[in-house]
């Protein structure tokens, strides 16, 4: 099938989903509220098959350690796959199945595939990572850029998020970014931070009189960052940054790393 956009429909939402562009979502419309920064770096990506930086961009399975590209000096960042061309399997006019087939720098072969499926009130996408050959580490996490600022509407001022989520421990973060392995009470933002939620995550970002959107996970961890004016990033994910190193899971031919992640929305 042709790896170009497909654009899914349920009820009065709206969901742009670009294969060729790292398999990311690159729009949520919400009736005509786009609630996703546009940009080819935005949107929402999948972060495979690691999450957030990884020390120096070294990682060790086993005896062998494995060096990726320092795509954000000195540390690499965000996986692989979304800088790849992810092939389409399926579509529907709600639903949709990519998939992506890990190359180098990853050393690994591996299957990816991300299973997107709209309601007129939510959005859920199911990401799975599979070891062709040789077991791996990896992480599964997704980095959906939200517009800050939405518009008021029939001449109302601008609106701006309000972020609000309860979690068990933040990790302290260090000079480098990186967590320290101390695991501190949450700080005030704005943050770059990773936090625990063992309960799954959950995290609701409002904008006041327009519209609530609630991102839930049954992983325990979410990076929150909200240090650019323009949007909010709220990252579930299944381990913390450098997890490659200090929280990965062991991807094998026959027990597959599989997440999911619901955004859910209502008008206020």
């Known amino acids: 099938m042709s790896n170009e956009d497909i654009t899914l429909t349920a009820g009065d939402a709206q969901v742009r989903i670009s294969p060729a562009n ?9 009736g005509s509220t786009e609630l996703l920064r546009q940009g080819d770096r935005f949107g929402c990506f999948p972060m495979i098959p ?13 005896g062998t350690v494995h060096q990726m590209p320092l795509n954000s000096p000195p ?5 692989t796959a979304r800088d790849g061309a992810w092939s389409v399997a399926k579509v529907t006019e709600n639903t949709a199945a990519i998939t992506y087939d890990l190359v180098d720098p ?7 595939t991300q299973l997107v499926e709209l309601t007129g009130d939510s959005l859920t996408l199911t990401t799975g990572v599979e070891a062709t050959a040789d077991s791996f580490p990896a992480q599964i996490g997704w980095h959906p850029w939200f517009n800050r600022t939405l518009a008021g509407g029939d001449g109302a001022a601008d609106v701006d998020a309000v972020l609000a989520f309860e979690p068990a421990w933040q990790e302290e973060r260090g000079a480098d970014h990186l967590p320290t392995g101390r695991r501190v009470d949450r700080t005030p933002g704005p943050w770059d931070d990773c936090f625990g939620m063992p309960g799954g995550v959950d995290v609701t970002l409002t904008w006041p009189g327009l519209l609530e959107l609630r991102v839930t996970s049954r992983e325990e961890w979410v990076v929150v960052y909200d240090e650019q004016a323009e949007a909010v990033c709220v990252e579930p994910q299944t381990g913390p940054p450098n997890g490659l190193n200090t929280a990965a899971r062991l991807v094998t031919p026959v027990d597959p790393l599989e997440a999911s992640t619901t955004w859910s929305w209502r008008r206020l």
């Open 22 to 30: 790292g398999g990311r979502i690159s729009g949520l419309k919400v």
């Open 50 to 62: 690691w999450c957030g930086r990884i020390r120096e961009g070294r990682f060790l399975d086993g």
């Open 75 to 79: 540390h690499a960042i965000h996986g």
């Open 106 to 112: 990853w050393p690994y072969p591996g299957r990816v």
